[in-house]
């Protein structure tokens, strides 16, 4: 079946960096826009970013240019999503999800990973 | 790019209908028809419910329902049940550098 799978949880300090993998399986991995989307504790969903996964294109929220970096190996089928220089804000639960549209975005995520922990604490 | 405007919680008693509205502005909601709608389950991966305003994905019940009307996009949900408990989010593409944007959530209670 159609599925992504997320590496686990991790713990950095700030300042630190993270690399999130997210493993596609079910699917032609290079058909479809991979969308990043954040959940901190007590709050709402925040997007990220995308990568076409053919391409490699990118297109991210203002508010992370700079510091995060989305790439993806399609030998494997993955994606993943670094974000560099760590504070105790970016603490939050990070999910992959595939749109649903073939090769276009259109902001409809219909298949989404389990979601990894990252806990950023000195 | 501010969030879209959500209200903070809804409820009703099962068997009711009950609607989230989402509102933007004429440079997101109001300008595109790119607007979707999760169903999030604490500990749970979102669910996507409604796509570019007012389709329903494959599996999902024809309870759930969306439109638009000017900046402001609305789930409507029919016939409550108890499993429709959940996290409520809206999206919409901004067109802006941040192409995609959430509302702040809503919170479902099914009384």
């Known amino acids: 079946q159609v599925q992504l799978v997320q590496s686990g949880a991790e713990v950095k300090k700030p300042g630190a960096s993270v690399k999130v993998s997210c493993k596609a399986s079910?699917?032609?991995?290079?058909?479809?826009?991979m969308h990043w989307v954040r959940q901190a504790p007590g709050q709402g969903l925040e997007w990220m970013g995308w990568?076409?996964?053919?391409?490699?294109?990118?297109n991210y929220a203002q508010k992370f240019q700079g510091r995060v970096t989305m790439t993806r190996d399609t030998s494997i089928s993955t994606a993943y999503m670094e974000l560099s220089r760590l504070r105790s804000d970016d603490t939050a639960v990070y999910y992959c999800a595939r749109d649903r549209e073939y090769s276009r975005s259109t902001g409809a995520l219909d298949i989404w990973g389990q979601g990894t922990v990252v806990t950023v604490s000195s | 790019q501010s969030a879209l405007t959500q209200p903070a919680s809804v409820s009703g008693s099962p068997g009711q209908s009950i609607t989230i509205s989402c509102t933007g502005t004429?440079?997101?909601?109001?300008?595109?028809?790119?607007v979707s709608w999760y169903q999030h389950h604490p500990g749970k991966a979102p669910k996507l419910m409604i796509y570019e305003v007012n389709n329903r994905p494959s599996g999902v019940s024809n309870r759930f329902s969306g439109s638009k009307s000017g900046n402001t996009a609305s789930l409507t949900i029919s016939g409550l049940q108890a499993e429709d408990e959940a996290d409520y989010y809206c999206n919409s593409y901004t067109g802006s550098s941040t192409s995609w944007v959430f509302g702040g959530g809503t919170k479902l209670t099914v009384l």
């Open positions: 079910g699917y032609t991995f290079t058909d479809y826009y």
């Open positions: 004429s440079s997101d909601v109001g300008r595109f028809n790119y």
């Open positions: 990568i076409n996964a053919d391409s490699g294109g990118t």
